[in-house]
């Protein structure tokens, strides 16, 4: 490869990016602002689920259940009902999430220290939304059963009588069970594989588009200078997306990287060039802009749904798991998680690293091999 | 001693000598079951100023991408500068200068860039790459417009912008492609007075393909294709002389159109019988 030929194509591409404002807002304001926007809005553990309350028979014991509930943050007391039927018809109407049910009986049986059952009816429709609004609750019953203050649980008490299992459960990396802390480090990747994938697939397609390209193939270039050149200037670019977007994450969302940087910097280097690989793999393939586009979009559900990004991979059957192991994301989100939250090292990341460098080879060489220096 | 002997008659200057730097023999080119270069042969020496004439959708194009490289032959072979335009078209383009129809350089990046993007991707630098950029200003008379972008360039400037990268490296052959389509006469006059300078320095072999026959009279010799046929080659006043009733090379061009004309019918008919299987 020629030096000098290469820095000519390399130049040439970031003065050209410089001078295409809309697309130089694509590559910073886009990741930016979805990083906020997403940050914020995904969250899986719903705060503040509307509840209805029935109380039968109001009592001090019986406030002071309702309250502890509201107190998790999971609910909020959005009505009270009038009867079991009312609670039940909000419910189904969909006025509440959740109605908090307590019998007539429930403060008389506390003081007299027996069982005191409570009914909480949760609109578990929704199984994400629901999910960790019943966790809290079961905590809670758990919880109110440990005090000393002599109340008594709210839902059946797994752990009520002797003999019973008592199994401590300690959440680790992520002991508040945010969801950012989760999120953040997957919205770098979807954001890094989606901005850098589309820029280098309108690359080529962009030059034939404007008939650049045939003066540029009537050249002694080489098919890998001018690959390698369009790619060499978007790794920088690559990189300084991810500083940005992992500073936020830092600054906004309170997800430090507890791991080495300078690993994380390596191995994100494949994970990157994997990525402007298929961007040129997808220009050599597509005729004109909006073919490219077509492709990159196509290209993205797949990463967002099956990489693990959004959904456990675990949870997916054989064929879908098979699919998300075919995108380098899936890869790089074990080593965005393992590296950012578990302060992984490259002991446990190297299959993901080897995986992600072949990906890179693969794509880049396969542009290279697909792109010919002919008009057919 | 050379196989076609030069056009000889003294008005024409450019008819070259020396050893043959463009040999064609029976080349064909077809895009599916569209035959758009049929068996041309031609042998172009070096320093020749040679014109290839002919109506749009003739083939002219089509042929002088196969002599770059852009195009692979359908069958037939070429050689450029001493290299066979299938097996080292890489050389080739080392060795050549090639002028798309289309306006084909950077839009966004100034005359400047333009010009040091195309010497480096030829392998220019240092004090080399400066003097060739410092001389191709000059030739172009861009000096003082180097700042702004070629985007911006009227049709003319734009015009000889593209031959400087496309002279940067000073190649063996030059290859243009209807260099002055859309020009206005100015700036053609302009235009040929670098051509020529270029082609009196010698060495340069320039291939021209222009629809334009006020043009045609300076060529060294002339080529006239039709239909992608090579129909009529030689000098100038020579292919008027072999048409009776021609006065000049526009009556010819209108001639052999006017034949072309009276045969489309049999070659519709001719070429569907061949594309519709037996």
């Known amino acids: 490869m020629n030096r000098t030929r290469l820095m000519a194509i390399a130049r040439k591409e970031l003065r050209q990016l410089r001078r295409d404002p809309p697309t130089l807002g694509m590559m910073f304001g886009v990741p930016v602002i979805q990083l906020l926007l997403f940050g914020f809005a995904i969250r899986t553990d719903v705060r503040d689920l509307p509840l209805a309350i029935y109380d039968a028979a109001p009592s001090s014991e019986s406030r002071e259940l309702a309250a502890r509930l509201e107190a998790t943050g999971n609910y909020r007391i959005a009505a009270r009902a009038n009867g079991y039927d009312e609670a039940h018809e909000w419910l189904t109407e969909g006025r509440v999430r959740a109605a908090l049910i307590i019998p007539p009986d429930y403060a008389r049986r506390l003081l007299r220290g027996e069982r005191a059952p409570a009914q909480l009816l949760i609109d578990a429709a929704d199984p994400m939304a629901s999910q960790s609004a019943i966790a809290a609750a079961g905590t809670l019953a758990l919880a109110t059963l440990d005090a000393a203050t002599g109340t008594a649980s709210l839902l059946e008490p797994a752990a009520r009588g002797r003999g019973s299992i008592d199994l401590r459960v300690r959440p680790l990396y992520n002991p508040g069970l945010r969801t950012p802390t989760y999120i953040v480090p997957g919205i770098i990747g979807v954001l890094l594989s989606l901005t850098l994938m589309l820029i280098t697939s309108l690359a080529l397609v962009r030059e034939r588009e404007r008939g650049t390209l045939e003066q540029l193939i009537v050249t002694p270039i080489t098919r890998s200078e001018l690959m390698v050149g369009k790619v060499a200037p978007y790794v920088v670019i690559g990189y300084v997306q991810m500083t940005a977007v992992l500073l936020l994450g830092w600054l906004v969302f309170d997800v430090p990287v507890r791991g080495s940087l300078t690993l994380f910097y390596v191995i994100s280097l494949a994970f990157i060039i994997a990525n402007l690989g298929l961007g040129l793999f997808f220009s050599t393939v597509a005729r004109n802009q909006q073919q490219a586009m077509m492709l990159g979009f196509m290209f993205l559900l797949p990463n967002i749904l099956l990489s693990g990004f959004m959904f456990p991979r675990e949870a997916m059957p054989e064929a879908a798991q098979w699919l998300g192991a075919a995108l380098p994301l899936t890869y790089y989100l074990e080593v965005l998680r393992g590296i950012i939250l578990r302060d992984a090292g490259l002991a446990a990341l190297w299959q993901e690293t080897a995986i992600l460098a072949g990906f890179a080879l693969l794509l880049l060489g396969g542009s290279v091999v697909r792109f010919s220096k002919t008009l057919e | ?278």
Request: aromatic share 6%; charged share 25%; hydrophobic share 40%.
């Open chain 2, 1 to 278: 001693m050379p196989t076609d002997a030069p056009a000889g008659d003294g008005g024409v200057q450019h008819t070259g000598g020396g050893e043959h730097v463009i040999v064609c023999r029976d080349l064909h080119k077809s895009f599916g079951a569209i035959e758009a270069v049929k068996g041309v042969s031609l042998d172009i020496r070096r320093g020749e100023l040679f014109g290839v004439l002919g109506p749009n959708g003739s083939g002219k194009t089509t042929l002088l991408r196969m002599l770059c490289g852009l195009l692979e032959p359908t069958s037939g072979t070429a050689i450029v500068a001493g290299y066979d335009v299938r097996r080292e078209a890489d050389r080739i383009r080392e060795r050549v200068g090639y002028m798309s129809q289309k306006f084909g350089l950077y839009e966004d990046l100034t005359v400047i860039e333009n010009l040091e993007f195309y010497a480096e991707i030829y392998g220019l630098k240092g004090a080399r790459r400066d003097a060739r950029i410092d001389a191709m200003i000059d030739m172009a008379g861009l000096a003082g417009r180097t700042r702004q972008f070629a985007g911006t360039l009227s049709g003319g400037w734009k015009q000889r912008l593209a031959l400087g990268c496309a002279i940067v490296h000073q190649p063996a052959v030059l290859l243009l492609d209807e260099p002055t389509a859309g020009v206005d006469p100015a700036s053609r006059r302009t235009f040929w007075r670098i051509i020529d300078r270029l082609a009196d320095e010698g060495g340069t072999t320039i291939l021209v393909t222009t629809h334009y026959m006020d043009e045609a009279e300076r060529f060294g010799r002339v080529a006239f294709i039709s239909f992608g046929d090579l129909i009529a080659v030689g000098g100038p006043q020579q292919v008027v002389a072999a048409h009776p009733g021609a006065a000049s090379l526009e009556d010819v061009f209108v001639m052999l159109q006017d034949a072309d004309d009276a045969g489309v019918a049999d070659r519709v008919g001719a070429s569907a019988r061949t594309v519709t299987p037996p």
